[in-house]
Nanobody
């Protein structure tokens, strides 16, 4: 599967942004698709995931209640709605996919074999 992330930009603190991850390839519904982010000088951090074959969702503690992940299997798309943005949300956001990631490992980037190119989100104060 190939992934392409889009939707990043500059937004003020407290604002909202919607990121999209478009996927090509077969059996998209069987893939778990996650969003990760990486700020300058920091490690890649798990943000949220929607699991394949069911679509259950999970979030990091820092984004729960502010971000919403959703998927449209008919369109091979996964969106991430970012709300109540904070300056510390500034990062490059990546979407990633895997058919084999298990629940206990959803937060680890090494368990995802397919990655999009990243889209930059900048939150100003």
């Amino acid at each position: 599967v190939q992934l392409q992330a889009s939707g990043g930009g500059l937004v003020q603190a407290g604002g909202s942004l919607r990121l999209s991850c478009a996927a090509s390839g077969r059996a998209f519904r069987t893939y778990s698709v996650a969003w990760f982010r990486q700020a300058p000088g920091k490690e890649r951090e798990f943000v949220a995931v929607t699991r394949g074959s069911g679509g259950s969702t999970y979030y990091s503690d820092s984004t729960k209640g502010r971000f919403t992940i959703s998927r449209d299997n008919a369109r091979n798309m996964v969106d991430l709605q970012l709300s109540s943005l904070k300056v510390e949300d500034t990062a490059v956001y990546f979407c990633a996919a895997s058919q084999r990631v298990i629940l206990s490992s959803i937060g680890f980037a090494t368990n995802y074999g397919y990655w999009g190119q990243g889209t930059l989100v900048t939150v100003s104060s």
